[in-house]
């Protein structure tokens, strides 16, 4: 759908990460932007459709390489999942838990993994250079 000016939502969002983030920059803006979003939108597939287009869209324009834009936003969007805790439901089930008494234990996980994870995104993502997508 375009919107007055007949650029859509998803030109619109990606003309915004293109313009504050840099090939340097560009992993851990997407991968904090992924596991903001993630507390929000608790669902990888149906959050990759929704946001695929302008993701893609801002690793192309920046020359980052495409298979670690998917792989920076795929990590970043499962750090969430140690607050949201549908993992443990089987656990809780089984050992007969409430969600509180495991929650402190993913809090200081999340903690922990999220600057570890950001970190290893940046420095992982400039090991392989940009190849334009070939179009048929």
Partial sequence: VKGSDAQTLAHH????FVSIASHDTYALLMGVYSAILGF???SGGGKWIIEAPYVMQ?????????GWAVQIYNA???????????????LL????LKARDLIGFSFVQLLV???LVLV????????????PPVMP
């Avoid at 290893?120 to 190849?131: D, E, I, P």
């Fill in 93 to 96: 089930g089984v050992l007969g």
């Fill in 120 to 131: 290893l995104l940046w420095a992982l993502g400039t090991t392989l250079t940009y190849t």
């Fill in 58 to 66: 801002v690793a192309t324009d920046l020359n980052y390489h495409l």
């Fill in 76 to 90: 970043a969007e499962a750090l969430p999942n140690l607050i949201n805790p549908f993992y443990m439901l089987p």
């Fill in 13 to 16: 969002i990606s003309t915004f």
């Fill in 40 to 42: 929000f939108i608790p």
């Fill in 113 to 115: 993994h999220t600057p």
